[in-house]
Structure formats: structure tokens, C-alpha cells
């Protein structure tokens, strides 16, 4: 087995969300998937496998330390670009295709970056009471803050905030423990003429129920981005930054092209073929 450092969604050095790539785990079965993934400590780890659909260029299973997901944004952009730089080849020129828990993803190049189709959302629509209270309690915003609150989900199970500034995104202090699992976020607009115009926190339950933040997401950002366009707060593209709090300086990019969200970032390898025992 194979082990690649790559980082996503970076707007310089080190600065995105670290993923860890597997090569070669076909002999792993779920529950060692997991246990590297914790032992490795970061936000998900995806193990490459050879593809069981006709139409898929490969397969990835996704783990985070609490389990396994159906999808998930920075692991899919990571992944591809692990992949590619492997020496995989697609079907399709410029079109890679990704088999995974929620069925086929499109990736494609995006200029010098790689972007990924955003899946159809899962639940939409505003959130219940029960919900919003439970959210506004774990992440301390106060209700006057808040200018939507609605149902992001695409595999995460993202419940959103819409606040009416990013300072007040930047400022909430989040509770330090969730129910397992719990997928919360926030999302503000920053002030005109910066290289962003929406910021972005995200907060996810480890398998202890300590309540982490997330340095940069892209399952997140596809659906935020489809809230945005739908609920015309956006036009054609934008930019959205995520990871301040933590000490990243994500930047996702997201845009609207040929009747679908597409979700785009800076992915570099950071260590290429590091090699893992067989256990």
C-alpha cells in the first residue's frame, strides 16, 4: 500500500485541507479503513480502488474518524489529483469520473485547478425548530444574526446558518461538544472588493463528541453554492473562503456552467508514494 499527502483547496503552501490517499488498500476491509483513518488524525482519508461501474475511471471509499461517508468535496478533488498524478488515465479526455457511495461524480480540469459536479442535494429547505435551536446552540450565534436557516445535505447531513455578515460568522464560539454526528456551519458575505465574497466556517462531531472545526470542505461548499444560486444570492461565480479560525486560508471556487454547480480548488501533493506495512 501506497500513501499520498496532498493538499486541497489551498490559496498558497500548506495552506488548504490536508487529505491522506491510499493506494493499493484493496485488502483492507471497513474496519481497518477506519482505523488508519483515526490513526492518521486528519479530516477524511480515502483508500483508491478499482472501479465496479462500467463508467467510473475508479472507486474511493471516504472515511472520516467516525465512520464512512457517501461523499464528500475536498476527499473527491484529493483523490482525482492523487489519481492523475499516479498516472490514471480517463476514459473521457479532461473528464474524470468518480465512483463512490452516492453513485458517479464528475471531475473535471478547471483552468489550473480541478472542480468537481455538485451532487443533487439530499434534503433541502428550511429547518424545523428543533433544528435551529440545536444549531444556533452549538455554534453560540444569536438568532438576531441569522438571515436563513436551511437543510445542506449531500451525504454530510450539513445544517446551515445564513448570517448577515462574515464578522459574525468569524465571531461565533461554537459549543465544544455534539451528538455523533453532527454536520453544522455557518456562512456570512464579506465586504465588497476582496478576493472573496462569502465566508464560510464548518463544524464536524469526532467520534468522542468533541465538536471540530473544519479547516476547508467541499461537500459544504457545493451546497452552500446551490442554496446561493438558487435563492439568487449569487450570479455565474464566486469565490468563498473558509479556514481563518484554524489556520488555513481555503479558498473554493464555485460556479454555475452547463445546468450544474461545479465546485473547484488548488489541490498539490505535499508526499507522493509513501509506502505502508500490510497488517
Same mark, same amino acid.
Given at each position: 500500500m501506497l500513501l499520498d499527502l496532498v493538499d486541497?483547496? &489551498?490559496?498558497g503552501p500548506l495552506s488548504g485541507n490536508p487529505l491522506a490517499v491510499v493506494r493499493g488498500g484493496e485488502e483492507l476491509d471497513a474496519a481497518g479503513m477506519l482505523r488508519l483513518t483515526r490513526w492518521l488524525g486528519f479530516s477524511e482519508t480515502t483508500f483508491l480502488l478499482p472501479p465496479t461501474?462500467?463508467?467510473?475511471?475508479?472507486?474511493?471509499?471516504?472515511?472520516?474518524?467516525?465512520?464512512?461517508?457517501?461523499?464528500?468535496?475536498?476527499?473527491?478533488l484529493g483523490t482525482a489529483h492523487a489519481w492523475l498524478a499516479a498516472g490514471g488515465t480517463?476514459?473521457?479526455?479532461?473528464?474524470?469520473v468518480q465512483e463512490c457511495g452516492i453513485g458517479l461524480v464528475e471531475v473535471r480540469q478547471d483552468a489550473d485547478r480541478l472542480a468537481f459536479k455538485a451532487p443533487p442535494l439530499i434534503r433541502s429547505g428550511?429547518?424545523?425548530?428543533?433544528?435551529?435551536?440545536?444549531?444556533?446552540?452549538?455554534?453560540?450565534?444569536?438568532?438576531? !444574526?441569522?438571515?436563513? $436557516?436551511v437543510h445542506a445535505s449531500n451525504g454530510p447531513a450539513w445544517r446551515l446558518l445564513h448570517l448577515e455578515t462574515a464578522e459574525a460568522v468569524l465571531a461565533a464560539e461554537p459549543a465544544s461538544r455534539a451528538p455523533v454526528p453532527t454536520d453544522v456551519a455557518l456562512l456570512g458575505p464579506r465586504a465588497p472588493g476582496g478576493p472573496a465574497q462569502w465566508e464560510v466556517r464548518a463544524f464536524f462531531a469526532d467520534p468522542t463528541g468533541r465538536l471540530c472545526e473544519d479547516p476547508v470542505?467541499?461537500?459544504?461548499? $457545493?451546497?452552500? $453554492?446551490?442554496?446561493?444560486f438558487g435563492a439568487g444570492l449569487a450570479q455565474g461565480s464566486?469565490?468563498?473562503?473558509?479556514?481563518?479560525?484554524?489556520?488555513?486560508? &481555503?479558498?473554493?471556487?464555485?460556479? !454555475?456552467?452547463?445546468?450544474a454547480v461545479w465546485v473547484a480548488g488548488n489541490v498539490v501533493t505535499v508526499s507522493a508514494g509513501g509506502e505502508l506495512p500490510a497488517w
Open positions: 486541497v483547496f &489551498g490559496s461501474d462500467p463508467e467510473a475511471d475508479y472507486k474511493v471509499r471516504i472515511f472520516y474518524p467516525a465512520g464512512e461517508l457517501p461523499f464528500a468535496g475536498h476527499p473527491t480517463p476514459k473521457a479526455p479532461g473528464r474524470i428550511p429547518l424545523g425548530d428543533a433544528d435551529r435551536a440545536e444549531v444556533l446552540q452549538l455554534t453560540g450565534v444569536s438568532q438576531d !444574526q441569522v438571515v436563513a $436557516a470542505t467541499g461537500s459544504l461548499n $457545493a451546497a452552500v $453554492a446551490q442554496y446561493l464566486y469565490i468563498a473562503a473558509q479556514g481563518r479560525k484554524v489556520g488555513a486560508d &481555503g479558498q473554493v471556487h464555485c460556479s !454555475q456552467a452547463d445546468d
